[in-house]
């Protein structure tokens, strides 16, 4: 089992739809990231976070310490946000932040 | 904004050759890492290094070494390079305890 499960591993939604993407862990963190990757490879960090709720424009994360869970929220969706959004969580150790990765959600916008 | 670069976007080796990976990054940050992907398989940790000469393995070590000569400056090597080494080779770095920054990756292939 690993120790980071992503669900759904493929979305199709349609513009303008909420979505939310799930990650699970089932290790002691002490922070969990989302990454975003477009096509052609790059990866961008969307956010980090140790508890409760962040937002960034359009995209919010949560996390539930307890439940060992956090969710990707993106509201009006836009063809744009078609990617690859990746789940990590880090298991610092003297802040080297090795960073273990579910394998991945790919969404994709229908205009 | 931090910028990360990598030495080839694209590269094709033979069986057998050494190969040298080179990661870059502008902002002085004292934390980098080596990842490669795979599908199905997501990003896993090949080595990473917390200062000038200093490497830790990730869970993937083998087959790989890595030097650290400068700050800036992570090289990955591949001393005799097989064909199960054929995948996207990611960079990035990180100041201690924040979100890392990726390069645009190399897709190796090893025939």
């Known amino acids: 089992k690993n120790e980071v499960e992503q669900s759904p591993q493929n979305l199709t939604a349609q513009e303008g739809e909420f979505i939310t993407i799930n990650c699970s862990y089932s290790?002691?963190?002490?922070?969990l990231h989302w990454l975003q990757q477009h096509p052609g490879g790059g990866i961008v960090s969307l956010f980090m976070l140790s508890s409760g709720k962040k937002k960034h424009g359009r995209l919010i994360a949560t996390i539930n310490i307890q439940e060992k869970h956090s969710s990707l929220h993106i509201t009006a969706s836009h063809p744009r946000d078609s990617a690859v959004y990746i789940c990590?969580?880090?298991?610092?150790?003297?802040?080297?932040?090795?960073?273990?990765f579910g394998t991945g959600t790919r969404l994709t916008i229908i205009p | 904004d931090v910028k990360v670069t990598q030495s080839s976007r694209y590269l094709v080796k033979r069986t057998g050759e050494k190969v040298f990976l080179e990661c870059v990054q502008d902002m002085d940050h004292e934390n980098m890492f080596w990842y490669r992907q795979d599908p199905g398989l997501g990003l896993r940790l090949i080595y990473f290094s917390y200062d000038v000469k200093m490497k830790e393995k990730g869970d993937i070590p083998e087959g790989y070494s890595v030097s650290r000569e400068k700050k800036e400056r992570f090289s990955l090597i591949l001393e005799s390079a097989s064909t199960n080494q054929t995948s996207m080779y990611l960079c990035a770095s990180s100041p201690p305890g924040f979100e890392q920054y990726f390069g645009p990756g190399t897709r190796l292939t090893v025939t």
């Open positions: 990590a969580v880090s298991q610092s150790n003297f802040g080297n932040e090795k960073l273990t």
């Open positions: 290790v002691g963190i002490s922070a």
